[in-house]
């Protein structure tokens, strides 16, 4: 049992001395840029309040009975999105927690999606989508 301590010892020593000499690890990546979204703000570091920003844009508000919110019509974005039953801290007047906030506002985050496509054929960030209805609620969908 020792014999067998001691080679498994020589073989991961030997290992780490080959491995070091003849597989280097590779080198650090560059610290790359962040890139640019479409849709980012043209100036950085300008934030607006909330509400001002959801007020900005045509909208579908959304309520359910756990979420309340709204969908961007422009871009299609689920970008105002609220858990109303769950509050961010345990104080008694915490406010509830955001899962999404609308670019332009402090902690900004939003799900989007878009297509493939040549050019100016498909739909963007930019692109302001219509809606029959304004409410989306468990009872009432919205197309």
């Known amino acids: 049992m020792i014999v067998a301590v001691?080679?498994?010892?020589?073989?991961?020593?030997?290992?780490e001395f080959l491995a070091a000499r003849y597989a280097p690890p590779p080198p650090a990546p560059?610290?790359?840029?962040?890139?640019?979204?479409?849709?980012?703000?043209?100036?950085?570091?300008?934030?607006h309040p909330r509400?001002?920003?959801?007020?900005?844009?045509?909208?579908?508000?959304?309520?359910?009975?756990?979420?309340s919110g709204s969908i961007n019509l422009k871009g299609a974005r689920i970008d105002d999105l609220i858990?109303?039953?769950?509050?961010?801290?345990t104080e008694r007047n915490s406010p509830d927690v955001e899962l999404y906030s609308p670019?332009?506002?402090?902690?900004?985050?939003?799900a989007g999606f878009g297509w493939a496509g040549p050019a100016g054929q498909?739909?963007?960030?930019n692109t302001?989508?219509?809606a029959q209805g304004n409410k989306l609620t468990p009872?009432?969908?919205?197309t």
């Open 6 to 15: 001691l080679l498994s010892l020589v073989v991961v020593t030997a290992w």
């Open 30 to 47: 560059k610290a790359l840029a962040a890139p640019t979204l479409p849709g980012a703000n043209a100036v950085q570091g300008v934030l």
């Open 51 to 67: 509400a001002q920003v959801v007020a900005s844009a045509p909208r579908v508000s959304l309520e359910t009975p756990m979420l």
């Open 83 to 89: 858990l109303t039953h769950y509050q961010a801290t």
């Open 103 to 110: 670019e332009g506002s402090a902690d900004a985050e939003y």
């Open 122 to 125: 498909v739909p963007d960030d």
């Open 128 to 130: 302001v989508w219509q």
């Open 139 to 142: 009872d009432t969908p919205v």
